[in-house]
């Protein structure tokens, strides 16, 4: 099922929309105490855009819409319908399929499309036995328009690929490739696609070309390529071996041809050429190179050999052998050899151990012509090797050519030709030319003089002399390892014309450790010269103070050699409570956290001094148990007040007062100094105290949340200037300074601007919610780093261990937001992280980990805690947009207790079912059924209650929709099985580790239709 994004909320929000119907109308944003959340008008347009369009990565045209397409993540964004398995047992691409057994099927996730464009939809199938003939995968379509459309597969135990194109007409929102194997054999799917129809696959390679040498000219002759959407021209690029630059020409594609040729003229005689052959097609995507090196001969070395002289001398002939002008292949003149006739060129002298192309044009006047032969006398020494001839017996001139090597010593070669063929034979430019040596290694010359120069903890700088060859060279690549591991990493560094010498500064290695690092030249196409080779010694990182305290140091020193081992557990604790969820962590797990943080934050009432001094010494306390602290500081606007609230950080500044802000001697220049010095007051009770601190200011500044965000420039101008006035100003030696914009999201902008440089950044940062551990976000980050320590600053759910230890291993601490630390986690899930090996705590409590009291009951929803929002609500409860029209709402008439109920507005017809579900994270240790209140709309219908575990073992219960009356509805554990789609797991219902809970309405005993059921108090109940 697809799931819509869930807006980031870190702290307590309420959202109040009027009207309840979102189409229009005021939406005020109204932060409690503690609120962490952003401001102003855009917030309204961004929770409009989360409530009606389900977020979607921006992604260039033609890329893949589908997450995780080759299952190389697992079964990731795929429902599973029984137990479709993934494995590395077959592959088509990457190292993992999924194997689909019988009377099992999935679907992809469900994918957002546009109408009018056309989609590619596509996927690889291999069959695991022989037996099958025909099976169909579909193409589900969603919407106000609901139909499917089939790919069909031959049953091949080959992998095999089909495809459709598809353009969404009115109604239709959005698509899904879905299968169910109801064939006799199990079969595996990989690579699936779903892509907008821009032309991004690459025509065939051309085939290897066939060439005519002569002085001046070059012909190739090649079998054409193909394409999916049609082959657009053929592209010959060459150039002498030792020119730098290319001569380029174009050979149209032509209808019905499959043999192209192609004449390259005004070349140079006795030269090496390097050619290479692509096809274009018409979006301009070219296939792999032809590539090789092609010789022109020297000047003709046979005397008379065009015959224009009108005679044959200084050729020997017996029998009738004349010139003639009757059609002749060029010039005015042919050789006529009359029937048991023959004729040879004088000797002619050739060099030792060289080469020689040797070529004419012939052609017979006999309709079946007898035998003739034209042959090569090679004369070395004493001794002669003849080479004969092939020559085509036809009416029409045709060309033969050879390349004849001498051997050791003087040589000489004859051409002589004789005539038995009963007709006429006839002879025209007849050559012997001296062809140049032609490479054997394609490659260029190994880069030279590669050394390094400056090296620290984290990055060498390389240089080396440019690599030279026949194709030129179009890149190097850079490969590195620690000297102990046997797997390299690698990147490309672009060949600069006319550059003799380059340097690189090579970024991401580790500390006091040795490298071995290769540099290759790579030329046009894929020949890759030998590599040049080094060792270096990285050094010991140190903070970007250069005045950093031995503490600072030693804290710097413990994140950096955790990279890539291990990752330190972190918790966050609003600063009226400054042990609260720190405490919490440490009684759910028995372990306390090794990171401790807080934040110097905004006036929320009473006293903001006493509340910021009872934070640091909660710091100190902290620190002096050995626990790292990192601060953050949500600093209020410095034109307002110092009673200022959460609307002064999320209030609005303009460009001008920005500009002031970050121009030292303005009036609100002053005024933000004054903020920053009395915070600094604090920070030095830390250093006299010996506490070093992840200083975390400004995070999130590549969003609109903060007034410090959304401008680049003057951000990193602003970040200079605390770092300059807490470093140098006040002496804060104890600063590891952190960076740490948001996760790049619809409402979250490219981070890299922003980043204020690796002077004044030791550590880099990524604050991420809702589940979104991209893969594509930690990559980034982790390249921007240059190897410095990289963390996730903020997040809500807690990060799966086995990715941080499979895919994302160099983050070294994570920070969970307060109280998200059991909102968004179940208690065995937080127990899990905290007790896995790869975690990194601060000791244990010595009280084991928590065991939950005996309650009655767990509260799934009861519909108050939105404030009234149905766009909160919405966030929660999702559509599943594979089904029919839902609707959910706010309801203050129809309702059980407290101030709202639910409404679902919902319809069934094609497809047959509509539901909801939200996201829980939650455990319902000793509970016995599920209840709610149902107020029913008599349509005897279908009502499905379902839930997910955390494993993806689904388990549903249904009743019938009948009557009218409001009633409470108790459905024991006891009846609920497992739905026939969904056989995975143990086949136990494990109420430790609830990830998703649904209502489904299906049509039932009743009819094709709408309706509307109100629903309130959903709880885990015991019996």
Same mark, same amino acid.
């Given at each position: 099922?697809?799931?819509?994004?869930?807006?980031?909320?870190?702290?307590?929000?309420?959202?109040?929309?009027?009207?309840?119907?979102?189409?229009?109308?005021?939406?005020?944003?109204?932060?409690?105490?503690?609120?962490?959340?952003?401001?102003?008008?855009?917030?309204?347009?961004?929770?409009?855009?989360?409530?009606l369009?389900?977020?979607?990565?921006?992604?260039?045209?033609?890329?893949?819409l589908?997450?995780?397409?080759?299952?190389?993540?697992?079964?990731?964004?795929?429902?599973?319908?029984?137990?479709?398995?993934?494995?590395?047992?077959?592959?088509?691409?990457?190292?993992?399929?999924?194997?689909?057994k019988?009377?099992?099927?999935?679907?992809?996730?469900?994918v957002?499309?546009?109408?009018?464009?056309?989609?590619?939809?596509?996927?690889?199938?291999?069959?695991?036995?022989?037996?099958?003939?025909n099976?169909?995968?579909?193409?589900?379509?969603?919407?106000?328009?609901?139909?499917?459309?089939?790919?069909?597969?031959?049953?091949?135990t080959?992998w095999?690929?089909r495809q459709?194109?598809?353009?969404?007409?009115?109604g239709?929102?959005?698509?899904?490739?879905?299968?169910?194997?109801?064939?006799?054999?199990?079969?595996?799917?990989?690579?699936a696609?779903?892509?907008?129809?821009v032309?991004?696959?690459?025509?065939?390679?051309?085939?290897?070309?066939?060439?005519?040498?002569?002085?001046?000219?070059?012909?190739?002759?090649?079998?054409g390529?193909?394409?999916?959407?049609?082959?657009?021209?053929?592209q010959?690029?060459?150039?002498?071996?030792?020119?730098?630059?290319?001569?380029?020409?174009?050979?149209?594609?032509?209808?019905?041809?499959?043999?192209?040729t192609?004449?390259?003229?005004?070349?140079?005689?006795?030269?090496?050429y390097?050619?290479?052959?692509?096809?274009k097609?018409?979006?301009?995507?070219?296939?792999?190179?032809?590539?090789?090196?092609?010789?022109?001969?020297?000047?003709?070395?046979?005397?008379?050999?065009?015959?224009?002289?009108?005679?044959?001398?200084?050729?020997?002939?017996t029998?009738?052998?004349?010139?003639?002008?009757?059609?002749?292949?060029?010039?005015?003149?042919?050789?006529?050899?009359?029937?048991?006739?023959t004729v040879k060129?004088?000797?002619?002298?050739?060099?030792?151990?060289?080469?020689?192309?040797?070529?004419?044009?012939?052609?017979?006047n006999?309709?079946?012509?007898?035998?003739?032969?034209?042959?090569?006398?090679?004369y070395?020494?004493f001794?002669?090797?003849?080479?004969?001839?092939?020559?085509?017996?036809?009416?029409?001139?045709?060309?033969?050519?050879?390349?004849?090597?001498?051997?050791?010593?003087?040589?000489?070669?004859?051409?002589?030709?004789?005539?038995?063929?009963?007709?006429?034979?006839?002879?025209?430019?007849?050559?012997?030319?001296?062809m140049?040596?032609?490479? /054997?290694?394609?490659? $260029?010359?190994?880069?030279?003089?590669?050394? @390094?120069?400056t #090296?620290? +903890?984290v990055?060498? &700088? %390389?240089?080396?002399?440019?690599?030279?060859?026949?194709?030129?060279?179009?890149?190097?690549?850079?490969?590195?390892?620690?000297?102990?591991?046997?797997?390299?990493?690698?990147?490309?560094?672009?060949?600069?014309s006319?550059?003799?010498?380059?340097?690189?500064?090579?970024?991401?290695l580790?500390?006091?450790?040795?490298?071995?690092?290769?540099?290759?030249?790579?030329?046009e196409?894929?020949?890759?010269?030998?590599?040049?080779t080094?060792?270096?010694?990285?050094?010991?990182?140190?903070?970007?103070?250069?005045?950093?305290?031995?503490?600072?140091?030693?804290?710097?020193?413990?994140?950096?050699?955790?990279?890539?081992?291990?990752?330190?557990t972190?918790?966050?604790?609003?600063?009226?409570?400054?042990?609260?969820?720190?405490?919490?962590?440490?009684?759910? /797990?028995?372990?306390? $956290?090794?990171?401790?943080?807080?934040d110097f @934050?905004?006036? #929320?009432? +009473?006293?903001?001094? &006493? %509340?910021?001094?009872s934070?640091?010494?909660?710091?100190?306390?902290?620190?002096?148990?050995?626990?790292?602290?990192?601060?953050?500081y949500h600093?209020?606007?410095?034109?307002?007040?110092?009673?200022?609230?959460?609307?002064?950080?999320?209030?609005?500044?303009?460009?001008?007062?920005?500009?002031?802000?970050?121009?030292?001697?303005?009036?609100?220049?002053?005024?933000?100094?004054?903020?920053?010095?009395?915070?600094?007051?604090?920070?030095?009770?830390?250093?006299?105290?010996?506490?070093?601190?992840?200083?975390r200011?400004?995070?999130?500044?590549n969003?609109?949340?903060?007034?410090?965000?959304?401008?680049?420039?003057?951000?990193?101008?602003?970040?200079?200037?605390?770092?300059?006035?807490?470093?140098?100003?006040?002496?804060?030696?104890?600063?590891?300074?952190?960076w740490?914009?948001?996760?790049?999201s619809?409402?979250?902008?490219?981070s890299t601007?922003?980043?204020?440089?690796h002077?004044?950044?030791?550590?880099?940062?990524?604050?991420i919610?809702?589940?979104?551990?991209?893969?594509?976000?930690?990559?980034?980050?982790?390249?921007?780093?240059?190897?410095?320590?990289?963390?996730?600053?903020?997040?809500?759910?807690?990060?799966?261990?086995?990715?941080?230890r499979?895919?994302?291993s160099?983050?070294?601490?994570f920070m969970?937001?307060?109280?998200?630390?059991?909102?968004?986690?179940s208690?065995?899930?937080?127990?899990?992280?905290?007790?896995?090996?790869?975690?990194?705590?601060?000791?244990?409590?010595?009280n084991?980990?928590?065991?939950?009291p005996?309650v009655?009951?767990?509260l799934?929803?009861?519909?108050?805690?939105?404030?009234?929002?149905?766009?909160?609500l919405?966030?929660?409860?999702?559509?599943n947009?594979?089904g029919?029209a839902?609707?959910?709402?706010?309801?203050?008439?129809?309702?059980?207790?407290?101030?709202?109920?639910?409404?679902?507005?919902?319809?069934?017809?094609?497809?047959?079912?509509?539901?909801?579900?939200?996201?829980?994270?939650?455990?319902?240790?000793?509970?016995?059924?599920?209840?709610f209140?149902?107020?029913?709309?008599?349509?005897?219908?279908?009502l499905?209650v379902?839930?997910?575990?955390?494993?993806?073992?689904?388990?549903?219960?249904?009743?019938?929709?009948?009557?009218?009356?409001?009633?409470?509805?108790t459905?024991?554990?006891?009846d609920?099985?497992?739905?026939?789609w969904?056989?995975?797991?143990?086949?136990?219902?494990?109420?430790?580790?609830?990830?998703?809970?649904?209502?489904?309405?299906?049509?039932?005993?009743?009819?094709?239709?709408?309706?509307?059921?109100?629903?309130?108090?959903?709880?885990?109940?015991?019996?």
């Amino acid at each position: 099922m697809r799931k819509t994004l869930t807006l980031k909320m870190p702290d307590d929000i309420i959202v109040v929309i009027s009207p309840a119907n979102v189409s229009g109308g005021l939406i005020k944003v109204v932060p409690r105490m503690r609120g962490k959340w952003f401001h102003g008008w855009l917030a309204v347009v961004l929770i409009f855009a989360s409530l009606l369009v389900p977020s979607v990565p921006v992604l260039g045209a033609g890329e893949n819409l589908l997450g995780n397409p080759g299952f190389e993540s697992g079964d990731t964004l795929w429902e599973k319908w029984g137990s479709p398995v993934v494995t590395t047992a077959e592959k088509h691409g990457g190292a993992k399929s999924l194997l689909v057994k019988r009377s099992t099927g999935g679907a992809s996730a469900s994918v957002a499309v546009q109408q009018g464009k056309t989609y590619r939809v596509g996927l690889w199938v291999k069959f695991a036995a022989a037996g099958v003939t025909n099976a169909t995968m579909d193409m589900d379509i969603f919407g106000t328009q609901q139909s499917k459309e089939q790919l069909h597969f031959s049953g091949s135990t080959e992998w095999e690929y089909r495809q459709l194109l598809y353009t969404p007409g009115p109604g239709v929102q959005y698509i899904r490739l879905s299968f169910w194997n109801g064939t006799s054999k199990d079969y595996y799917i990989d690579d699936a696609v779903i892509r907008e129809n821009v032309d991004i696959e690459r025509p065939t390679t051309p085939g290897v070309w066939q060439a005519q040498h002569d002085s001046k000219a070059l012909k190739l002759t090649w079998t054409g390529s193909t394409d999916d959407m049609g082959v657009d021209s053929y592209q010959i690029f060459y150039k002498k071996t030792d020119a730098a630059d290319w001569n380029t020409a174009a050979v149209p594609q032509q209808e019905s041809v499959n043999q192209y040729t192609y004449t390259l003229n005004n070349l140079d005689p006795f030269s090496v050429y390097a050619i290479m052959l692509r096809a274009k097609d018409v979006a301009g995507n070219t296939s792999d190179a032809v590539m090789g090196l092609e010789a022109t001969p020297g000047f003709n070395q046979v005397p008379n050999g065009g015959l224009e002289s009108g005679h044959i001398f200084p050729w020997y002939r017996t029998g009738t052998v004349q010139t003639t002008t009757y059609d002749p292949y060029s010039g005015m003149y042919a050789l006529k050899l009359k029937n048991l006739s023959t004729v040879k060129t004088p000797l002619l002298p050739a060099n030792s151990n060289a080469s020689y192309l040797v070529s004419f044009w012939s052609k017979f006047n006999a309709v079946l012509p007898g035998p003739f032969t034209v042959t090569l006398d090679v004369y070395q020494g004493f001794s002669v090797k003849s080479y004969p001839f092939y020559t085509n017996a036809t009416a029409a001139w045709s060309r033969s050519e050879q390349q004849i090597q001498t051997g050791n010593g003087l040589a000489g070669l004859q051409l002589r030709g004789a005539n038995w063929s009963g007709g006429d034979m006839y002879l025209d430019q007849v050559f012997i030319g001296k062809m140049p040596v032609i490479p /054997t290694n394609l490659s $260029p010359t190994a880069p030279a003089g590669f050394k @390094a120069g400056t #090296i620290d +903890g984290v990055s060498a &700088e %390389l240089e080396w002399a440019a690599s030279t060859g026949p194709f030129g060279v179009r890149e190097y690549k850079l490969l590195y390892k620690k000297a102990a591991d046997t797997e390299w990493s690698s990147l490309t560094v672009p060949y600069v014309s006319g550059q003799s010498l380059y340097a690189y500064k090579l970024e991401g290695l580790s500390p006091e450790s040795l490298y071995d690092i290769e540099v290759k030249a790579v030329s046009e196409g894929t020949a890759i010269s030998a590599p040049s080779t080094l060792q270096v010694t990285t050094g010991r990182m140190v903070p970007v103070n250069p005045n950093a305290s031995v503490e600072a140091t030693a804290l710097l020193d413990r994140l950096y050699a955790t990279v890539g081992k291990a990752v330190y557990t972190g918790q966050h604790n609003y600063y009226e409570e400054p042990a609260k969820w720190y405490d919490t962590a440490a009684e759910l /797990t028995g372990y306390y $956290p090794a990171l401790w943080g807080s934040d110097f @934050a905004y006036y #929320i009432g +009473g006293d903001i001094g &006493e %509340l910021r001094q009872s934070m640091i010494d909660e710091a100190v306390l902290q620190g002096k148990a050995g626990t790292m602290v990192t601060l953050t500081y949500h600093q209020t606007r410095p034109m307002d007040p110092a009673t200022s609230g959460w609307e002064s950080v999320t209030g609005d500044v303009t460009e001008a007062q920005m500009t002031e802000i970050v121009t030292p001697g303005t009036a609100l220049y002053n005024q933000w100094a004054a903020q920053v010095d009395e915070i600094a007051g604090y920070l030095e009770q830390l250093q006299d105290e010996g506490i070093p601190v992840l200083w975390r200011p400004y995070h999130e500044m590549n969003a609109e949340f903060f007034w410090w965000g959304a401008r680049p420039e003057l951000f990193r101008q602003l970040w200079h200037n605390m770092y300059d006035r807490l470093t140098n100003l006040h002496g804060l030696n104890n600063l590891i300074w952190v960076w740490s914009p948001n996760a790049e999201s619809s409402w979250a902008y490219d981070s890299t601007p922003y980043y204020p440089g690796h002077d004044v950044v030791d550590v880099l940062a990524m604050d991420i919610y809702n589940n979104d551990y991209r893969d594509t976000y930690y990559n980034k980050l982790l390249k921007l780093s240059g190897g410095r320590p990289i963390a996730i600053g903020e997040n809500g759910e807690l990060p799966d261990m086995q990715m941080l230890r499979e895919k994302q291993s160099r983050y070294v601490y994570f920070m969970t937001w307060s109280q998200y630390l059991t909102d968004k986690n179940s208690i065995s899930g937080i127990q899990a992280l905290y007790s896995d090996p790869r975690a990194l705590n601060n000791g244990e409590t010595g009280n084991g980990p928590f065991i939950p009291p005996p309650v009655d009951s767990y509260l799934i929803d009861d519909f108050e805690s939105y404030g009234g929002s149905n766009g909160s609500l919405r966030s929660k409860w999702q559509r599943n947009v594979s089904g029919n029209a839902a609707t959910v709402t706010l309801d203050t008439y129809q309702l059980n207790s407290g101030s709202y109920g639910l409404k679902l507005d919902y319809t069934v017809g094609n497809p047959g079912y509509a539901g909801v579900y939200r996201s829980m994270g939650k455990e319902w240790p000793g509970m016995g059924a599920i209840s709610f209140w149902l107020q029913p709309d008599g349509s005897n219908r279908q009502l499905a209650v379902q839930f997910h575990e955390t494993n993806g073992e689904v388990w549903e219960a249904g009743i019938k929709i009948e009557g009218t009356e409001p009633r409470l509805v108790t459905i024991p554990f006891t009846d609920f099985a497992r739905p026939g789609w969904s056989t995975g797991g143990n086949g136990v219902i494990d109420l430790g580790s609830i990830k998703e809970f649904a209502f489904y309405v299906a049509q039932g005993s009743g009819t094709q239709g709408s309706g509307t059921i109100y629903f309130d108090d959903v709880k885990a109940i015991k019996l």
